[in-house]
């Protein structure tokens, strides 16, 4: 608790068969409080979730009301009456589904999203798994000075075709890009060469449940990478983004919370996971990642990044993609420190360039002219 800026508070949640229970600390306070009843909770959750394209008036009105529901209900009023800069989220079982960024701060007045009070507006949101893993991996250094993409592509199948898998991110460039594509993109290349970098960005396709294995897998280019394989990888990563369909999710094993892909580079030692909680959409996840990586770019912490990311994609987006289905199943999860790049020049310098290359052309061209 000592240990917490003025402006950012931490939420805990416990879940059990009857009850559920939620722990708030702040730098003030530490409150403890039950949360309401599980099948209740379980309703606002699952019309939230059902409803996330808010396809009709009825899509919006029932998605509007259990958001802000769950919002009164998850939240303790002492959350509810600061302004906090960060609130980490430290959800179990079921609760990990959830992104708290579509919660909503007050009930809607009307049917025009673009007004709606997300709560992400408000605050960054970060996740941990807990408060063991975020400490033992928050000891490394947040440099990430080179990055590996990965993208298998699938351009010989059409039903898993991922063509903007391989598109460049042009805010990645700071970071020094090296592409695995197409057939380099398998699942020994990735193993091999990944553990070599500070970033990874894996593009490609995941599934929550194997049909062979019953686990987490994400497809590579020849086979697939189990969670069980990247949790005996030993990864120098400071930072993992897996643009990929449920990459968040899995079973849920009591005691241990969901066990899914972004869980498993968490155990592999990897402070930093951007994840997904459900079948994403490839394009809008593709304009988010890069405004995501512009901000970090700039020096922002891994969920400010993410907000802002966010924030300008609901700026300039189409009515449609205002729906939490096209932007809010992107989470970051660990460790938040900006991440560090080479190419990062300290602002008086990155200020004052422009002007000194003009100075040096003016002053050949007048060298020129004589």
Known sequence: ????????????????????????????????????????????????????KMTGEDGIRIFAQAAHQLYRSLLPAAARSKTLERLLIIPDGELAYLPFDLLLTQKPLGNNVRDFPFLFRNSSLAYAYSWAIQELNGDRAPDATRLLHVAPIFEADPGYHLPLSAAPLPATQPW????????????????????????LHLASHATACDTLLREPAILCSDSLLYLRDIQNAQFTAHLVVLSACDAGIGNVQRGEGIMSLARGFAYAG??????????????????????FYYHLSTGKAKDEALRQAKLDFLASCSDVQLAPYYWAGLVTIGDQQSVVTRERW?????????????LV?????????R
Do not use: C, M
């Open 270 to 291: 990897v402070p930093s996971v951007v994840s997904t909680l459900w079948k994403i959409n490839e394009r809008t996840t593709y304009q988010l990642l890069d405004r």
């Open 1 to 52: 608790q000592a240990h917490l800026p003025p402006k950012e508070a931490v939420v805990a949640y416990f879940t059990g068969k009857q009850r559920w229970y939620v722990i708030f600390i702040s730098v003030e306070q530490v409150v403890f409080e039950t949360l309401p009843a599980v099948e209740q909770l379980a309703v606002w959750q699952e019309n939230a979730r059902n409803n996330l």
């Open 361 to 369: 052309l003016i002053i050949f061209w007048w060298y020129k002219r």
């Open 346 to 358: 300290p602002q008086p310098i990155a200020f004052l360039a422009p002007l000194l290359l003009s």
């Open 176 to 199: 020094q890009p090296t592409t695995l594509l197409r057939n380099a993109a398998t699942r020994a290349n990735f193993l091999a060469r990944g553990q070599s970098y500070g970033l």
